[in-house]
Nanobody, 117 residues
Framework: QVQVVESGGGLVQPGGSLRLSCAAS????????MGWYRQAPGKQRELVAQ???????NYADSVKGRFTISRDSAKISMYLQMNSLKPEDTAIYYC???????????WGQGTQVTVSS
C-alpha cells in the first residue's frame, strides 16, 4: 500500500507565500495524473493544479499566475508553490496520484492552508 504524506500548510497573511510538499512511500506505476486539490468549508473539492499524462500542467483559473506545481524526476514527490495568497485560497489542500493501473487513486491526508490577516 502506498502511503502519501503532505506537509507545508499553515497560517499566512494575504499576499504571502507557502510551499506545500507531498511524498509517496514508493514509486507508483502507470501514473495518469498527479496534482493538487483543495476543499474549502461548505464547498466541493476542486482541482487546483495537475500534471497530465503527457507531462503538461493544468491550473484552475483562480490560481493561474500565482501557483506553480512541480515534481521530482522519479515522480514520487510533488510540490505546490503558492504566491500572492488570498483569503479565498483558504482550504484543506490534498495531493493525489491517479494510476491507470486498476484505476487507483492515492491521496494525501490533507494540509490546512489559512490566509488571514
Amino acid at each position: 500500500q502506498v502511503q502519501v504524506v503532505e506537509s507545508g500548510g499553515g497560517l499566512v497573511q494575504p499576499g504571502g507565500s507557502l510551499r506545500l510538499s507531498c511524498a509517496a512511500s514508493r514509486s507508483i506505476i502507470s501514473i495518469h495524473t498527479m496534482g493538487w486539490y483543495r476543499q474549502a468549508p461548505g464547498k466541493q473539492r476542486e482541482l487546483v493544479a495537475q500534471f497530465t499524462s503527457g507531462g503538461d500542467t493544468n491550473y484552475a483559473d483562480s490560481v493561474k499566475g500565482r501557483f506553480t506545481i512541480s515534481r521530482d524526476s522519479a515522480k514520487i514527490s510533488m510540490y505546490l508553490q503558492m504566491n500572492s495568497l488570498k483569503p479565498e485560497d483558504t482550504a484543506i489542500y490534498y495531493c493525489r496520484w491517479f494510476s491507470s493501473h486498476r484505476g487507483e487513486s492515492f491521496w494525501g491526508q490533507g494540509t490546512q492552508v489559512t490566509v488571514s490577516s
